[in-house]
């Protein structure tokens, strides 16, 4: 093993994607040999470092390459359970790269992992009747799974997403409830395995598929009635994927009002109301009023969004008495919605008692509402000051940023209590630009 090559295993073993790229570039081998005599592809996979895998896989890494146990670095990839890790090794155009019996072998391995699951595959080899360990994990920005642990190997359960893919790369049309089936079985619409059918049953579109993907909408049991709510809301976002996308959007908008009318089940039923007012549908107002009495405080959250604008007296009355509603989340929603549009003197103690609630969600999201809303009066701008004494960053930078889109003469003490926005996620926050653009406005320039 060169020296570099020695490198390149050692940032593979790291997980260090950066660094791998870097030394491929500088000349390593994708395909070197690491002191376990397996190509570092292997280690990525096994240590489910899903974006080391993707840089060795570009840079020519063989992930068909036969080794000494008979697998490849796709079959443990497949095996290894991990959507992440075998989107990245998989390659480019396997239906063609690979011969029928190849896609038959990993189609095979795909499916005996998810019928047999992973603790009970993980003990068969060796006959290990230890203690099965489990924890959640999760992958990318919001794909949950289960990840097994027996005699020191680990498997995550994400096989029922991997087939999905492997078929629809193969060009395999699974049938439809089976697709539904492998969605709903773990009972999670954050796993992975509802994200692959989601995703395919979308893209595959066809009017034969439509009929019987949105059939499972009367199922009796409430989670397949959700992932057909879920196959929705990804058609409305990716409508440009079909040539008829047209007949799509009326289809759907017809679906969603009549279904909402009918749906008993909470769940159901706000990520319906969701897709009513994201979709900006005629009548969507009505429809939320007549369930912001609803018994499940996940249908009266989503309420405030299906109000239009200006709020009628009815409207306006819904909203203030979700003001008062026992569940944080409503409140919430009905401090963003209060803020919309200038308050009347009448209402303003509503948002002042919003912005000290008892609940830090509540003040977090109503502190954000207030900063950007419409009400620029003394009351609300001092409410602003007074929350520069949280000990929630967050909030401090939303009184801020209030503050200075007021013009208000405090803004550089306020963000100067703030403090150093050093977290990721503030990177690319326009209330972080609050001081530079109120400097821009009222400090004398050169």
């Not at 159901?268 to 018994?295: I, K, M, N, Q, T």
């Not at 303003?348 to 419409?374: E, F, H």
Request: proline content about 7%; glycine content about 8%.
């Amino acid at each position: 093993m060169t020296e570099r090559d020695a490198a390149l295993a050692a940032a593979v073993r790291a997980g260090d994607a950066e660094r791998v790229r870097d030394l491929l570039g500088a000349g390593a081998d994708p395909d070197a040999v690491a002191e376990d005599g397996l190509p570092v592809l292997c280690g990525a996979v096994e240590t489910f470092a899903y974006g080391v895998a993707e840089v060795l896989v570009e840079a020519g890494a063989d992930p068909d390459r036969r080794l000494p146990d008979g697998t490849t670095p796709l079959l443990r990839a497949i095996e290894g359970g991990s959507p992440a890790v075998f989107e990245a090794v998989l390659g480019s155009e396997p239906r063609l790269r690979l011969a029928p019996e190849r896609r038959e072998e990993l189609l095979e391995a795909a499916r005996g992992w998810y019928e047999e699951g992973p603790p009970a595959r993980l003990r068969r080899p060796t006959g290990d009747s230890g203690p099965v360990r489990a924890r959640a994990v999760r992958e990318g920005e919001s794909n949950t799974l289960t990840e097994y642990t027996v005699g020191g190997r680990r498997v995550r359960d994400g096989h029922g997403a991997i087939l999905t893919s492997l078929e629809w790369a193969f060009r395999i049309l699974t049938p439809v409830a089976e697709l539904v089936a492998r969605a709903v079985r773990h009972a999670d619409p954050e796993h992975a395995d509802w994200w692959a059918s989601q995703w395919i049953l979308t893209v595959r579109r066809s009017a034969e598929t439509w009929a019987k993907v949105v059939a499972f909408h009367r199922h009796p049991d409430p989670l397949p009635r959700l992932f057909v709510a879920d196959v929705l809301g990804l058609h409305a976002m990716t409508g440009g994927l079909t040539q008829h996308p047209g007949w799509y959007e009326k289809e759907r908008l017809k679906l969603l009002a009549d279904w909402v009318r009918s749906e008993d089940d909470g769940a159901v039923l706000a990520h319906l109301l969701r897709a009513l007012a994201d979709e900006a549908l005629p009548g969507a107002e009505a429809v939320g009023l007549r369930h912001a009495g609803h018994a499940d405080a996940r249908v009266r959250r989503e309420v405030p969004g299906l109000l239009d604008r200006p709020l009628t007296p009815r409207a306006a009355g819904a909203v203030r008495a979700l003001c008062h509603d026992p569940d944080a989340g409503v409140r919430s929603a009905a401090a963003e919605e209060l803020v919309r549009e200038a308050l009347p003197a009448e209402d303003r103690p509503l948002l002042l008692a919003l912005l000290a609630d008892a609940d830090p969600q509540v003040v977090r999201r109503a502190a954000r509402a207030t900063a950007w809303g419409a009400d620029r009066s003394p009351e609300i701008t001092e409410a602003l000051v007074r929350l520069l004494g949280s000990a929630d960053q967050d909030v401090r930078l939303s009184a801020a940023y209030g503050l200075a889109l007021r013009d208000d003469p405090r803004t550089v003490e306020a963000y100067a209590r703030v403090g150093r926005l050093d977290r990721p996620e503030y990177e690319h926050d326009h209330r972080a630009d609050g001081l530079w653009r109120w400097k821009l406005r009222n400090e004398p320039s050169g």
